[in-house]
Nanobody, 119 residues
Framework: QVQLVESGGGLVQPGGSLRLSCAAS??????MGWWRQAPGKQRELVASLTRITNRADKTHYADFVKGRFTLSADNAKNTLFLQMNSLQPEDTAVYYC???????????WGQGIQVTVSS
């Protein structure tokens, strides 16, 4: 079992910034990332980090966040961050942290955190 605890959400005005944190109960490994789900829409991948031993980390960003959102990690604290800049109302959603060791392995989710972009 892996526990994921998200923090950092809230209400922000259009054009503003937020930083989400996902603290994991184990070291960051495999695939770890952020998804989001807006009301009435399917959950979608926002960004992910792939970490494989002896290989450089790889990041992936959805087209709708490229140039605005950035992943980073604090390995000592087993925490993945999502820096979100230039937020727009369409970024409003519940954001979920997710991790799994490899495709087909058990997948773990955080409880979700609300991000609301509104004036």
């Amino acid at each position: 079992q892996v526990q994921l605890v998200e923090s950092g959400g809230g209400l922000v005005q259009p054009g503003g910034s937020l930083r989400l944190s996902c603290a994991a109960s184990r070291s960051i490994a495999g695939i770890m990332g952020w998804w989001r789900q807006a009301p009435g829409k399917q959950r979608e991948l926002v960004a992910s980090l792939t970490r494989i031993t002896n290989r450089a980390d790889k990041t992936h960003y959805a087209d709708f966040v490229k140039g605005r959102f950035t992943l980073s990690a604090d390995n000592a604290k087993n925490t993945l961050f999502l820096q979100m800049n230039s937020l727009q109302p369409e970024d409003t959603a519940v954001y979920y942290c997710n991790t799994y060791a490899f495709p087909g392995a058990p997948s773990y989710w955080g409880q979700g955190i609300q991000v609301t972009v509104s004036s």
